[in-house]
């Protein structure tokens, strides 16, 4: 069965210092990958997906993730965190042939905490 | 702007009430879903459609009926709530391919006292 772990409840880092959180997936084929942030009280906002290509996206707020196929990772990383990037992130995945039903995978999310 | 909007943003409500959560898309997206989103549970999807008169159930369907009467919106409808509906639910929308983007909601938050 497909799914998404996020390893860690909670990542902390100081400001101004990169940042990871990790996201490992486990489907059938070649996957698309998402990662979404939900600040307090606000909807998921869309950051970046994989869906082929370059293994390294870009995405918004200065956010990138890297999508390891061998390890089947797709982790979020950040070079320079902002206290502003403070909120609750969720990696997702979309099978290829789920097209159907528009169905995302989630993760159970990672609190990130980016203190002064 | 492309926007997924939900209504009620907030809600408490008292078992057996029925009661309606709003959801409208501006995108012309084929795609309409409703999940809900539990502590330490991600987000799970409740029931999807993929286009007018078409929807099917999701991950978690008990207790919960949608319609699709137009295509730009896709109500969520709870006949008879229970206090295990407590939760936050988001509406999402995308195109038909999958590698396009599902856009979400702001989120509902429904409490059943």
């Known amino acids: 069965a497909q799914s998404v772990a996020q390893p860690e409840d909670q990542v902390n880092v100081a400001e101004g210092n990169p940042l990871t959180v990790k996201c490992t997936y486990s489907v059938s084929g070649n996957p698309y990958l998402f990662w979404y942030v939900q600040y307090p009280n606000r909807g998921l906002q869309f950051l970046l997906k994989?869906?082929?290509?370059?293994?390294l996206v870009k995405g918004s707020y200065g956010f990138e993730a890297e999508f390891n196929k061998s390890q089947t990772s797709f982790h979020l990383k950040k070079p320079s965190a902002l206290v502003s990037d403070s909120a609750l992130y969720f990696c997702a995945v979309r099978e290829p042939n789920s097209g159907n039903t528009g169905k995302l995978i989630f993760g159970q999310g990672t609190t990130l905490q980016v203190k002064p | 702007e492309a926007q997924v909007t939900q209504n009620p943003r907030y809600l408490i409500t008292v078992t057996g009430k029925k009661l309606t959560v709003t959801c409208s898309q501006n995108m012309n997206h084929e795609y309409m879903s409703w999940y809900r989103q539990d502590p330490g549970l991600g987000l799970r999807q409740i029931y999807y459609?993929?286009?007018?008169?078409?929807?099917d159930k999701g991950d978690v369907p008990e207790g919960y009926k949608v319609s699709r009467k137009e295509k730009r919106n896709f109500p969520l409808i709870l006949e008879s709530p229970s206090p295990n509906q407590t939760s936050l639910y988001f509406c999402a929308s995308s195109a038909r391919d999958p590698g396009n983007t599902i856009y979400f909601g702001e989120g509902s938050w429904l409490t059943v006292v």
């Open positions: 994989y869906i082929t290509g370059d293994n």
């Open positions: 459609s993929m286009n007018v008169e078409v929807t």
